[in-house]
T-cell receptor, first 110, second 115 residues
Framework: DAKTTQPPSMDCAEGRAANLPCNHSTISGNEYVYWYRQIHSQGPQYIIHGLKNNETNEMASLIITEDRKSSTLILPHATLRDTAVYYCIVQGFYGNKLVFGAGTILRVKS | NAGVTQTPKFQVLKTGQSMTLQCAQD?????MSWYRQDPGMGLRLIHYSVGAGITDQGEVPNGYNVSRSTTEDFPLRLLSAAPSQTSVYFC??????????????FGPGTRLTVL
């Protein structure tokens, strides 16, 4: 599975959009981009995933560049409860053996 | 559904002791796995199972044993605890191993300290 690169930390004002970037320049054609988050040492929580197209669900939006070498997770209206470590993971079609990096610590501030 | 449950929540062991971390899920998921998370780091895969009777090693399997006799349960056994096994252990499950449709559900974790 391809490696990912994320900034170690980011700050965001409460109520504003949080845009979390992820580079995955060695991603191959059948690999998916997954985002999970971990709030204060709880178990990781699935957020969203995609292959080529942009995706949106009730939690977030995922924007994948046309060359698929990078992506951005967007939390449209961040709240204090969104403060967490966010992990960007690239995974093959048959997998579920998630490889976690260090992730991005997102701090939402009032 | 209770989802993925883990027991105990906290455990302190002495070096050389053995114990079993319990994991259960009530979602009829075929795939189950164990991860460990050391302070300030991401999770690392220990062992996984794609169905009852089938297990395989992950990235850091040494010092741990698993078995999968039922779909619901996936216990993790520490054979002879060492201080290097001090960590938080997470169990996860998913319906299948397909990445296009299935995501993993994680339990709340077991915090293990080995003295």
């Amino acid at each position: 599975d391809a490696k990912t690169t994320q900034p170690p930390s980011m700050d965001c004002a409460e109520g504003r959009a949080a845009n979390l970037p992820c580079n995955h320049s060695t991603i191959s054609g059948n690999e998916y981009v997954y985002w999970y988050r971990q709030i204060h040492s709880q178990g990781p929580q699935y957020i969203i995933h995609g292959l080529k197209n942009n995706e949106t669900n009730e939690m977030a939006s995922l924007i994948i560049t046309e060359d698929r070498k990078s992506s951005t997770l967007i939390l449209p209206h961040a709240t204090l409860r969104d403060t967490a470590v966010y992990y960007c993971i690239v995974q093959g079609f048959y997998g579920n053996k998630l490889v976690f990096g260090a992730g991005t610590i997102l701090r939402v501030k009032s | 559904n209770a989802g993925v449950t883990q027991t105990p929540k906290f455990q302190v062991l002495k070096t050389g002791q053995s114990m079993t971390l319990q994991c259960a899920q009530d979602m009829n998921h075929e795939y189950m796995s164990w991860y460990r998370q050391d302070p300030g780091m991401g999770l690392r895969l220990i062992h996984y199972s794609v169905g009852a009777g089938i297990t395989d090693q992950g990235e850091v399997p040494n010092g741990y044993n698993v078995s999968r006799s039922t779909t619901e349960d996936f216990p993790l056994r520490l054979l002879s605890a060492a201080p290097s096994q001090t960590s938080v252990y997470f169990c996860a499950s998913s319906y299948s191993i397909r990445s296009d449709t299935d995501t993993q559900y994680f339990g709340p974790g077991t915090r293990l300290t080995v003295l």
